[in-house]
T-cell receptor, first 116, second 113 residues
């Protein structure tokens, strides 16, 4: 158990819908990262927040957005869902902003999104 | 961040050492080598990291060549629970870094009884 929690575990929805994935980082961690893992693209970095502020953006679609709240939990919002958005979505957390080699990331168990 | 190359798959007998290679020939001086693994659709798990010296922890050892162009992750006594995809990642350590991890395809290690 990494200490990172993600809800829900599974989500099944239809094309065109909007969903929200939630992540609670380990106690004391200030950074939250979101990754997407699909069969054809592998594990891809989406976005990082550090202490409530966006710190880095990867190949995140405009239909996707995220935020980190004052209590440091984060939400990833996916809208206008397409079949290709079906994937595992992982959240990770780390103590700092990710600048140090010591700042390892701890991953949650993931949310499996299926778009029908 | 430098690119890494890993064999797509390897087998290892249970109880034997598993040696997983990684090439990172374009690595620069301030880039660290990290290893993560992912056991069947679970979240990736940090294993070890190093800069140029060999490193050991309770999970594994990391051997980095003197020219730093390649490294080997060693699981000294592989068990069936070590069956996973192993990712070698090169990441810079600097104040400008964001912490994002760039995962390649990794090596699927199959530990066999």
């Amino acid at each position: 158990d990494s200490g990172v929690t993600q809800t829900p575990k599974h989500l099944i929805t239809a094309t065109g819908q909007r969903v929200t994935l939630r992540c609670s980082p380990r106690s004391g961690d200030l950074s939250v990262y979101w990754y997407q893992q699909s069969l054809d693209q592998g594990l891809q970095f989406l976005i990082q927040y550090y202490n409530g502020e966006e710190r880095a953006k990867g190949n995140i679609l405009e239909r996707f957005s995220a935020q980190q709240f004052p209590d440091l939990h984060s939400e990833l919002n996916l809208s206008s869902l397409e079949l290709g958005d079906s994937a595992l979505y992982f959240c990770a957390s780390s103590v700092g902003p990710g600048t140090g080699a010591w700042d390892e990331q701890f991953f949650g168990p993931g949310t499996r999104l299926t778009v029908l | 961040d430098a690119k890494t190359t890993q064999p797509p798959s390897m087998d290892c007998a249970e109880g034997r050492a598993a040696n997983l290679p990684c090439n990172h020939s374009t690595i620069s001086g301030n880039e660290y080598v990290y290893w993560y693994r992912q056991i069947h659709s679970q979240g990736p798990q940090y294993i070890i990291h190093g800069l140029k010296n060999n490193e050991t922890n309770e999970m594994a050892s990391l051997i980095i060549t003197e020219d730093r162009k390649s490294s080997t992750l060693i699981l000294p006594h592989a068990t069936l629970r070590d069956t996973a995809v192993y990712y070698c990642i090169v990441r810079v350590d600097s104040s400008g870094n964001t912490g994002k991890l760039i995962f390649g395809q990794g090596t699927t290690l199959q530990v066999k009884p």
